[in-house]
């Protein structure tokens, strides 16, 4: 049996035992993530226009990049290319550690209400990008799915969870260059039901590419989305 297996048998409790809490960034005992640590974390100074990777004002889509087959706009919080929020996230992202969500969503938030978009976004509905289930069943939760239900909570909007399914077992992103990225994520989703008029904030941890976001959009599109936006606690 893998470490990770032994893991996720002992559970949370067991786990807080075997990795005494304490701050990833400043080593102070007791929380994930202190107030002080998130408060310092790295933000991401412009946010990024999700097709051209050059900065955009509020986020927004370039008029000259967007199409039916992108996101309209995204929305990050922090740099991934700071060494402490790429700590953050993988710990997030592989080490189980769910109490990270809550920071992260109220980072997110800030970020949203820095580009002064929150009233804009009272009448979307937060989807999480889906995992496919057999990486959720080695990973054993979806941390997109966490950060959506905070969001959903903290801003008193709308999550759909079974909206989306992911049904292609991609490779991992990271190693493929662009081109690649959106081939390999070719026919990955599919959707459950029907939409109509309706709009979306997409949720995940990290963007890089923006390859997902864009082609989750195109899907949502086609079924007639009215807009979609992609909102992350990292880019990069
Ligand atoms: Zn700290
Ligand atoms: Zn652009």
Redesign the pocket.
Known sequence: MSLIENFKKLGRGMLDLVFPVSCLVCGRDGTFLCAESQGQLARLEKQK?L????P?PFGK??P??VSKNTVDGAIAALTYKNRDVHNVIEVFKYKFVSDLAKPLAQLIIQAIQRQNLQEYFHDFVIIPVPLHPRRLNWRGFNQSKLLASELALQLHLTVNYQLVNRIKFTKPQVKFNAEERKKNLENAFNLNSEIKNQKFLLVDDLVTSGATANELAKLLKKSKAAEVWMISAAHG
Not at 51 to 54: L, R, T, W
């Open positions: 226009c097709v051209c990777q050059k955009s889509t370039h000259d990049c």
